[in-house]
């Protein structure tokens, strides 16, 4: 193969994706068939299903049961910020930001014991098996799925304090910094990795995605004198969301 040949597939969905971006194939139009495509493209039934698979996994169409495979409606990206900590009442950052009136947030979580895996230990420098407390969140934007975050801290440190429950007792709700100064740690420093992957199916479920949609995954663990306190993976859907960093400079 030369160079800038491509496959037929990627040829005809070259060519879907332009009339879908261009707007000939506006939203909730049908794509063609996979007959016509064979037909107008003068390619095989395989080819054509291969080109409707390609723009199915870029987020372009979907498919709907006993129906056909439809244009989507393209989402407007809006942002997530992240940034450093900042000092003001004690919330979390996403409450911190939701504080703007226009905002629309809201989040439900839930909290259980559970022993730390392979990886998690290795994230809060634990042995695996280890008690860490568990939280699940769920944030929306004006009722909409956003984001997903679990968040692991271990017990040996939390256990039997009042910060043991994150969104329960006095400083329930409180961001990490505030929660582990009232038991005497002080964070310093926090690190994120941000990759993608494929959704996983109960994630995609939750955040309302189509089965193959990539997701943004940060990585966060925050650190008291090198010591990891908490970590968490925050999921957020990329067909929708942007991540933006907001840093300071010293």
């Given amino acids: ?54 723009l199915m996994a870029e987020g372009l169409v979907e498919g709907r049961s006993g129906s056909g495979t439809y244009v989507r409606e393209r989402a407007v990206l809006r942002r997530v910020t992240r940034s450093g900590y900042r000092a003001g009442d004690g919330t979390t950052p996403f409450r911190q930001e939701q504080a703007d009136s226009r905002a629309r947030g809201t989040w439900e979580s839930r909290s259980e014991q559970a022993p730390a895996d392979q990886e998690i230990a290795g994230r809060l420098d634990i042995k695996a098996g280890d008690r860490v407390m568990c939280t699940r969140y769920v944030f929306r934007d004006g009722g909409d799925p ?72 940060v990585e966060r663990t925050y650190y008291a004198s090198g010591r990891p306190v908490e970590t968490a993976d925050i999921v957020i859907p990329a067909d929708r969301y942007r991540v933006g960093y907001h840093l300071p400079v010293k």
Avoid at 165 to 180: H, Y
């Fill in 1 to 54: 193969m030369t160079f800038g040949e491509q496959p037929a597939y990627l040829r005809v969905a070259d060519d879907l994706r332009q009339q879908i971006v261009s707007g000939s194939l506006p939203p909730h139009t049908r794509l063609p068939s996979q007959a016509r495509i064979r037909e107008e493209y003068g390619v095989s039934d395989t080819v054509a299903l291969e080109a409707r698979k390609v």
């Fill in 146 to 217: 956003m984001m997903l975050s679990t968040s692991y801290e271990p017990l040996a440190l939390t256990g039997r304090t009042p910060v043991m429950l994150p969104e329960e007792g006095p400083l329930g709700g409180c961001g990490v910094v505030e929660r582990m100064a009232a038991i005497d740690l002080v964070v310093d420093n926090v690190a994120e990795d941000v990759s993608a992957r494929p959704g996983l199916a109960e994630e995609l479920h939750a955040l309302g995605g189509v089965p193959g949609h990539v997701v943004l995954v």
